[in-house]
């Protein structure tokens, strides 16, 4: 093994600006595939971050996921008579004993909870009207299940709590109506109930949709003014761990009867869009080592072709043929390890690099750096992928080399 490589280091060595030229490919191979995995990777973990924050991990709602099963049906199953168009009692909406079901799911283990009551409703100011969503909270709770309280720019989520006839509204609404905080806006919920409320607090998510749309009351004036008394239909539920929505979303809905939507369920089709994104990413900086390995053929095909007269050589001194082709592809695991080693220190660098540059997209008032992620998988991905790479490529020659008949040689048959 130590003759061998001995010999593999000279061949490289005889021919220093082709092995140095394959040793650039890999190198730069290597730290392009750790900074573009780590910026996808980066965005990736960033985006969920923000819709994993910003949005309850599990939401139940006063829905339910198939058709509730008339009485009628359950009673008399084989029925001669069967009534159709007929016209569903009127209800009033929400979560019938929302209460024991709020205390059922906060009993759950890393598990916490808020009632809310989702309607629509008009605020008007200055003569002019705009379609909101009113949401009736109770602060305390709602801080342990929202972002929102870090959002507040003026004001404060607590003031609902001393004010009943206090209102939470978002910075594009204000700018909209030109409001303040401490201005008075009417407010005419979905059943005709009109109120005016005091601006107690002012939010910006930097979501313009729903700066623009959301507003939040407490949850008893909300009842008040839908009508619905001890009624709420929604609970939004946040979790230790984020990834056990879709299990436990399936448990509460088991226990409680109705709807419960996880965050991953309701991002389904975004989560599988990361995940083609990411199949794509990887496959173009591949690409990058697989280029960076034809150098490295190319270098050893032709130290295989310019040294057959040395491998006759050592065959006729008793190295069998496993033995040359070992030469050989040590040669490209040689390139292999030195490439992936300069190259995840450059890589490294160009991820730090990466990591102080800020950028401000057209119509963000705040500037945004780029976000790296400095998992530890990315580079043992590269290492393995140009490792593999080099000695793939190295295999040909190796194998090339291996068949050299040294009678043949020395004859000057070829």
């Keep these: 093994m130590i ?40 965005s990736e973990k960033d985006f969920v971050k923000r819709l994993v924050d910003n949005s309850p991990h599990i939401t139940v709602s006063d829905d339910y ?31 019938r004993g929302y209460r024991e079901k709020l205390a059922f799911v906060r009993s759950l283990p890393g598990v916490r909870a808020a009632p809310v009551l989702v309607d629509s409703a008009v605020l ?8 909101v969503t009113l949401s009736g909270i109770v602060p305390a709770d709602m801080k342990d299940v929202s972002t929102i309280e870090e959002k507040i720019v003026q004001g ?31 407010v005419v919920s979905s059943s005709g109930a009109g109120r005016p ?24 004036r909300a009842q008040v003014m839908s009508d619905r008394p001890n009624r709420a239909n929604r609970i939004v539920i946040q979790l230790d761990d984020p990834y056990a929505a879709r299990v436990l979303a399936q448990r509460i809905e088991a226990a409680v ?34 280029v960076a390995s034809f150098g490295i053929y190319n270098t050893i095909s032709t130290i295989a072709m310019e040294k057959t007269r040395d491998i006759a050589i050592l065959k ?8 040359v082709r070992l030469i050989f592809l040590l040669e490209g695991s040689i390139v292999g390890v030195i490439g992936s080693s300069f190259g995840l220190a450059l890589g490294v660098g160009l991820m730090k690099l990466l990591s102080t540059i800020q950028l401000k997209p057209p119509g963000v008032s705040d500037k945004v750096p780029i976000p790296i992620w400095w998992g530890p998988e990315q580079y043992a991905i590269a290492a393995a992928f140009a490792l593999t790479s080099c000695v793939a490529a190295a295999y040909l020659p190796a194998r090339r080399a291996s068949r050299v008949q040294p009678v043949d040689i020395l004859r000057g048959a070829s």
Aim: charged share 20%; net charge positive.
């Design 3 to 42: 003759i061998q490589l001995k010999v593999a280091l000279g061949h490289l060595t005889s021919r220093k600006r082709q092995t140095l030229v394959s040793l650039g490919g890999v190198v730069l191979g290597v730290a392009f595939f750790l900074a573009v995995s780590s910026m996808m990777r980066g």
């Design 65 to 95: 996921r198939k058709p509730r099963v008339q009485p009628a049906e359950l009673s008399w199953t084989d029925g001669a008579v069967r009534i159709t168009n007929v016209k569903p009692q009127t209800e009033t909406r929400g979560i």
């Design 124 to 131: 008007s100011f200055a003569g002019r009207q705009q379609g």
């Design 156 to 186: 404060s989520l607590d003031a609902l709590a001393f004010n009943p006839n206090g209102i939470v509204v978002g910075k594009g609404l204000v700018d909209k109506f030109n409001l303040r905080l401490g201005g008075t806006v009417s």
């Design 197 to 220: 409320m005091k601006v107690v607090g002012i939010f910006r998510t930097g979501n313009a949709t729903y700066d623009e749309a959301q507003t939040f009351v407490l949850l008893k």
């Design 257 to 290: 009867g109705y709807k419960s939507v996880s965050w991953i369920e309701a991002s389904e089709d975004v989560l599988s869009l990361l995940v083609v994104r990411n199949i794509i990413m990887f496959s173009v900086v591949s690409a990058i080592l697989v």
């Design 316 to 323: 006729s001194m008793g190295f069998h043929a496993r033995d």
